[in-house]
């Protein structure tokens, strides 16, 4: 375990430091979005984090810089007004997330992991862990908001194996546990396990592609008030929206910018940056609706044969590359078909990574929630302001990523790497 932890740590500060290393001082400084904070405000949020949890909570030790305790605060400062703030500079980040990590890995050293208490210690780590590849996500976005040459590179995702999927997969009424009480790095919006009822449903094999979309942009989807929630059409038409972010017509035919490079739009692949109300109104188009979470939990998680929920689509296991898209190994979502490895039981494909799929549920407790450690982690965002995603993008890593796992964002954000996939739920003459 204490290897583990230690090998995650290391893992994951490696990507941090890749991606805050990869432009210069003065791209770390500048915002790049109003969405988004500099990126040298992450690097050190995840350093304050990390001493306010670990250093100081967990080992008890003295505050190494109670001073910036504030600016590091996320509820404190807006992202837009972060770039104003005394932040520490380039140079003293980097020192000071490094100053904090050596005592934590003295600290990792000196804490029993077993035992009562100590589990939760245990957690904490784990958590640390995921908090810093959570914020690695957040700063990829940035890099793909970033104006200027590619500055990150990548290889392409693996060719579909399968091509010709069904377009749906059916998944049988019946109950199944949701959530979890067992998994050990489960954050407290996952838990605790519960039983739920799921009435029968379709649900699309795949995400839908930018293929499929482009037939929703060439049918007028985006001028048809019709296909939108009054939400919705307000936000669209506020935003002037024609298309998914980074998208631009360009003498007659599609293009996407993606972290520097412009290239036409592949049909085959998921589409990636729009918003709930985007995905809503495409799902009304098509005849359908967006899944809720229960339903995109079940598909994902439930083996009929036993009975019982998988941690993951294909099992048990922890994801390989051959499972899923994860982990920024690649800078885009896979075409459709690429990961057969990864199936779930009830025949539906790339449920995890490629895209973090919008959900047509509001971020809530399960029953029997309880806020740990904080209640500014989960609970303080409890409501409908905010939508789940499941699933993880190919900027998720695995660390963060489960068949338990929840996002959430506000309705109107494109900036994440979300796609969707629909569902449908069955006609008199379809029942089962
Ligand atoms: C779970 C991705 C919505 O980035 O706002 C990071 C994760 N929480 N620091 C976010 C998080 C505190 C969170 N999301
Ligand atoms: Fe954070």
């Not at 592609?209 to 038409?237: H, I, V």
């Not at 996407?256 to 109104?281: C, D, K, L, M, N």
């Not at 998680?301 to 920024?328: M, V």
């Amino acid at each position: 375990m204490r290897a583990r932890v230690a090998a995650e740590l290391e893992r994951t500060r490696a990507r941090s430091t890749a991606l805050t290393d990869a432009v210069d001082d003065e791209d770390l400084v500048r915002q790049h979005s109003r969405l988004m904070s500099p990126l040298v405000w992450d690097l050190a949020h995840v350093g304050s984090q990390e001493e306010i949890w670990l250093v100081r909570d967990v080992g008890g030790a003295e505050a190494l810089r109670p001073d910036i305790d504030d600016l590091y605060d996320a509820f404190q400062h807006r992202r837009s007004d972060r770039p104003s703030l005394p932040l520490l500079g380039p140079a003293e980040a980097r020192g000071y997330v490094r100053e904090v990590r050596t005592k934590v890995l003295d600290l990792l050293d000196s804490t029993p992991l077993e035992g009562r208490r100590l589990v939760s210690d245990a957690f904490a780590f784990g958590m640390i862990v995921q908090h810093e590849q959570q914020h690695d996500e957040t700063m990829l976005a940035t890099h793909q908001l970033r104006d200027g040459p590619p500055v990150l590179h990548d290889e392409a995702p693996p060719a579909p194996a399968v091509r010709a999927l069904p377009d749906e997969v059916r998944v049988p009424a019946g109950p199944f546990t949701m959530g979890t009480s067992t998994e050990p790095w489960a954050l407290d919006n996952e838990r605790p396990a519960h039983e739920v009822h799921v009435p029968e449903f379709f649900l699309d094999t795949a995400p839908v592609t930018n293929g499929r979309y482009l037939a929703f942009l060439d049918a007028g989807g985006y001028d048809d008030p019709r296909w939108w929630s009054a939400a919705g059409w307000e936000y669209r038409q506020r935003a002037g929206l024609v298309g998914p972010r980074f998208w631009e017509h360009v003498d007659g035919r599609w293009m996407r910018r993606r972290f520097g490079h412009w290239e036409p739009v592949p049909p085959g692949e998921p589409v990636v940056h729009v918003s709930f109300h985007e995905a809503e109104a495409y799902a009304a188009w098509a005849g359908k609706r967006l899944p809720t979470e229960q339903e995109w939990e079940k598909a994902a998680r439930f083996d009929p044969r036993s009975g019982r929920s998988l941690r993951y689509p294909w099992g048990d296991a922890d994801p390989g590359p051959e499972h899923a898209n994860l982990g920024q190994r690649h800078l885009r979502p896979a075409e459709v078909g690429a990961y057969p490895a990864g199936a779930a039981p009830c025949g539906a494909h790339q449920l995890i990574g490629d895209v973090w799929e919008w959900t047509a549920s509001d971020f809530l407790p399960y029953p029997g929630f309880a806020a740990f450690p904080y209640r500014e982690y989960s609970e303080v965002f409890f409501g409908s302001d905010h939508k789940v995603l499941r699933g993880g993008s190919f900027g998720t890593d695995a660390a963060a990523c489960r068949g338990t796992f929840r996002n959430w964002d506000y309705p109107i954000r494109r900036q994440i790497f979300a796609g969707f996939r629909c569902a449908r739920t069955p006609g008199a003459d379809e029942i089962g």
